[in-house]
C-alpha cells in the first residue's frame, strides 16, 4: 500500500511514526512532501527558542536519520500543488507526480494577517524561520510591540522580554486569552507578564503599522521598531478546497477522520471533526493514532471522538493550565476559586454534577496533575473542594503517585498512561530520561514532567532502588 503525507509537522510527523511503530516488517510505503525545508520541530516550544534559552536541536521530533532507516521517502522543502483525485495522484510544485492508495492531509495553519496599512512591515511568529528572523531584528530594535494577545502572543511577548528587549503586547478584547481564561484570570496574568517585562494594554485596535510606529484606533500611536503579528490562525484547507472536498473552517472528516473521498483523509490543524478544529497537539497526536490503526489494519474500527482540551502555556516564568468550559458562572456551576494578584496566583476550579468540567491554573500550582486527572477521567471528586486546590498535593487525594490508578492518562499528548510509565520501569527504563526514550511522554508541551519523574521516584523508592 502507498501512503503519501502532506504535511512533515507535529500531526504529519506524529502520524508516520505511528505507522511504522504499527507496520513492522515496512509493507506499507511512505512519503512525506513538506513545504518547510526543515525536519519536524515542537512548534509549542517556539517561545523557548525564540527567547534563547533553548535551541532548534532541542526542539526536534525525530533524529535526522530516522526517515531513512525507516524506510520513509521525505521531499522537504517541496511544496504540494495539487491532488488528482481521480489518478489517485498527488502533483508537487517540482513536477513530481506521486501515486497513493491513501493520501493524508496534514497541512497545519498559517498565521492570520490582518488587512491593515502597512501589515507587511511587520512579522509573524509561527516557524523556527520566524524565530530566526524576530531575534535578527531584536538584536537593534529599541521597543517591540506583539498584536495579538491569545496564547501565541503571550509566548511571543514573553519570549522577546527574554531577549531583554522592552515589549508592548496590544489585544483587542478587554483581557488576554479570552477563549481560556475569565476576566480576573486575565488580568492576573497581565500583572505577571509585568513582573517579567511585558506591558499589556487591552481593549485597543491596531489600524496601521508605519515605519517605527504603530497606530491605534483611539488616535494615540506608539513606537515600536519590531513589530511582531500574532492574530490567529487559520486551517490551511487550500488543496482540499480545490480538490472538490468538503471544506468549512477546516477540512470536513469524519469518525474515522476521513474526508468525503474515503482514500483521503485529514489531521491536526487542517481538519474539522464535529464542527471543532484544535489547534493544539494532543488531539492531533490522538488523531495520528486513530488513522494509523486504520491505515495499517492494527484496528480498523478505530474512530476518534474528540479531545477533552487542556491548554498550557509555555513561556519562561508564566505557569499556566486552562481546560473545559473555564466561562461558566456561579449561577451555571460550582466555582471554586482563590486569587492572590501579588503572587501571580489565581485558581478556578468549575464543577458540576460532582464532576470537574473546567478549570483555570494560573502561578504554582502543585496540583495541576492530579486536577488535569480528575478533568480527564470525569471521576467524581473529593468533598473538601479547597483541598483540591491545596499547596499540598496530597490534600487533593489524587496527586500522589500512589493514588493514581494505572489507567490514569499521565501525558495526555502523547496518551501515556501511568500502568505504561510502570510497566517501562519494570523493564529496565529506571530514571527519567529512559522513560522518556521509552514512552514519548513529557516531549509534547512538557507539562507533565514533575508527574512522571514523581512517579518514577515513587516506584524506585518504593523498589529501594538507587539510581
Known amino acids: 500500500m502507498r501512503l503519501v503525507v502532506v504535511g512533515n ?52 521530533l525525530l533524529d535526522p536519520g530516522w526517515y531513512a532507516e525507516n524506510g520513509v521517502r521525505t521531499r522537504l522543502g517541496v511544496r504540494v500543488r495539487g491532488i488528482d483525485r481521480a489518478a489517485r495522484v498527488v502533483v508537487a510544485e517540482d513536477g513530481t507526480r506521486e501515486p497513493y492508495d491513501v493520501l493524508v ?184 493514532a486513530v488513522v494509523a490503526d486504520i491505515v495499517t489494519g492494527a484496528d480498523g474500527g478505530a474512530r476518534y471522538r474528540g479531545s477533552r482540551v487542556v491548554t498550557r502555556l509555555k513561556a519562561a516564568g508564566v505557569e499556566l493550565a486552562a481546560m473545559g468550559e473555564t466561562h461558566l458562572t456561579d449561577d451555571q456551576a460550582e466555582i471554586v476559586r482563590f486569587t492572590h494578584r501579588r503572587s501571580g496566583t489565581y485558581r478556578k476550579l468549575v464543577i458540576r454534577g460532582e464532576r470537574l468540567v473546567g478549570a483555570i491554573l494560573l502561578g504554582e500550582t502543585p496540583t495541576v496533575g492530579s486536577l488535569t486527572q480528575l478533568f480527564d477521567r470525569g471521576g467524581p471528586l473529593p468533598g473538601d473542594r479547597m483541598g483540591l486546590l491545596s499547596q499540598d498535593p496530597s490534600a487533593a487525594g489524587a496527586a500522589s503517585p500512589a493514588l493514581l490508578p494505572d489507567s490514569a492518562r499521565v501525558c495526555r499528548c502523547n496518551n501515556v498512561t501511568k500502568g505504561r510509565i510502570r510497566a517501562c520501569w519494570e523493564a529496565g527504563a529506571r530514571d527519567l530520561p529512559a522513560v522518556v526514550a521509552a514512552t514519548a511522554a513529557t516531549t509534547g508541551c512538557g507539562g507533565c514532567r514533575d508527574v512522571v519523574d514523581g512517579i518514577v521516584g515513587w516506584l524506585c523508592e518504593q523498589e529501594g532502588v538507587s539510581v
Open 9 to 60: 509537522g507535529m500531526a504529519g510527523a506524529r502520524l508516520v511514526t505511528e505507522v511504522r511503530r504499527r507496520d513492522a516488517g515496512n509493507d506499507v510505503e511512505i512519503s512525506v512532501f513538506e513545504a518547510e525545508p526543515l525536519q519536524p520541530y515542537n512548534r509549542v516550544l517556539l517561545s523557548n527558542v525564540l527567547a534563547g534559552t533553548a535551541g532548534p536541536e532541542q526542539v526536534r
Open 105 to 288: 492531509l496534514a497541512t497545519g495553519s498559517e498565521p492570520v494577517v490582518p488587512p491593515i496599512p502597512g501589515a507587511g512591515r511587520a512579522m509573524v511568529f509561527r516557524t523556527l524561520d520566524d524565530c530566526d528572523r524576530i531575534r535578527a531584528a531584536a538584536a537593534s530594535a529599541r521597543h517591540a510591540v506583539v498584536v495579538g494577545g491569545g496564547l501565541l502572543g503571550v509566548e511571543a511577548a514573553r519570549g522577546l522580554a527574554g531577549l531583554g528587549l522592552p515589549v508592548t503586547l496590544l489585544h483587542r478584547a478587554g483581557h488576554l486569552m479570552e477563549r481560556q481564561l475569565d476576566s480576573e484570570a486575565g488580568l492576573v496574568l497581565r500583572q505577571t507578564l509585568a513582573m517579567v517585562g511585558v506591558t499589556v494594554r487591552t481593549g485597543v485596535t491596531v489600524t496601521a503599522i508605519d515605519s517605527g510606529r504603530v497606530r491605534l484606533a483611539d488616535g494615540a500611536a506608539m513606537d515600536a521598531d519590531l513589530v511582531v503579528l500574532a492574530c490567529g490562525v487559520r486551517p490551511v484547507v487550500r488543496l482540499a478546497r480545490e480538490a472538490g472536498l468538503r471544506v468549512d473552517r477546516g477540512v470536513v472528516v469524519d469518525d474515522g477522520l476521513r474526508t468525503d473521498d474515503r482514500s483521503i483523509f485529514a489531521i491536526g490543524e487542517c481538519a474539522q471533526h464535529s464542527g471543532t478544529v484544535y489547534g493544539l497537539v494532543a488531539p492531533a497526536w490522538e488523531q495520528a
